[in-house]
């Protein structure tokens, strides 16, 4: 697996992961809120995937197969935001996440500060189903406060890691 910048043409991908969780966060394929966001942050070198070694480093247009994993990452020091982070269902479980999130850590966390990330609430159907809470809290990450519902009215809360 290699973890790399995002490029604009991996956007079709994040598309795809997104469709996989839909399910849990509500639309995002077709909103162009969602479109925008991840075009941003590719733009601004603050999006990150995953792909099989068989996709190489070579920015040389190709096939391009399916991303395992994409994240998307605010860098405004001192308090980190991991926007969103996705594994494809093909990839949970395999380190991917992890991946991702270290190389984040690595890339773009600077000084002393805290990382933070909004995921589900204790009592969210996706909470256990996904695993999102104990991948957090594995990473160091410890509940915080609840805040404003998903799109989808689901619960959320913050998590929150210092970094030193």
């Given at each position: 697996?290699?973890?790399?910048?995002?490029?604009?043409?991996?956007?079709?991908g994040?598309?795809?992961l997104?469709?996989?969780?839909?399910?849990?966060?509500?639309?995002?394929?077709?909103?162009?809120?969602?479109?925008?966001?991840?075009?941003?942050?590719?733009?601004g070198?603050?999006?990150?995937?995953?792909?099989?070694?068989?996709?190489?480093?070579?920015?040389?247009p190709?096939?391009?197969?399916?991303?395992?994993?994409?994240?998307?990452?605010?860098?405004?020091?001192?308090?980190?935001?991991?926007?969103w982070?996705?594994?494809?269902?093909?990839?949970?479980?395999r380190?991917?996440?992890?991946?991702?999130?270290?190389?984040?850590?690595?890339r773009?966390?600077?000084?002393?500060?805290?990382?933070?990330?909004v995921?589900?609430?204790?009592?969210?159907?996706?909470?256990?189903?996904?695993?999102?809470?104990?991948?957090?809290?594995?990473?160091?990450?410890?509940?915080?406060?609840v805040?404003?519902?998903?799109?989808?009215?689901?619960?959320?809360?913050?998590?929150?890691?210092?970094?030193?």
């Amino acid at each position: 697996m290699i973890v790399r910048l995002a490029r604009e043409r991996d956007l079709s991908g994040f598309l795809g992961l997104a469709a996989q969780v839909e399910h849990w966060f509500g639309p995002m394929v077709d909103d162009p809120g969602f479109r925008g966001a991840v075009a941003e942050h590719i733009r601004g070198s603050k999006g990150l995937v995953a792909v099989g070694p068989d996709a190489g480093p070579d920015p040389t247009p190709q096939p391009q197969p399916p991303l395992l994993g994409g994240l998307l990452f605010g860098a405004d020091a001192p308090v980190f935001h991991v926007h969103w982070l996705v594994v494809s269902e093909r990839a949970r479980g395999r380190g991917v996440g992890a991946a991702l999130m270290a190389d984040a850590m690595k890339r773009f966390v600077t000084g002393p500060g805290t990382v933070e990330v909004v995921t589900f609430g204790a009592d969210h159907p996706g909470a256990v189903v996904s695993g999102a809470r104990v991948f957090y809290e594995r990473l160091g990450f410890t509940p915080a406060e609840v805040t404003v519902p998903g799109p989808e009215g689901g619960s959320r809360q913050i998590y929150r890691r210092t970094v030193g």
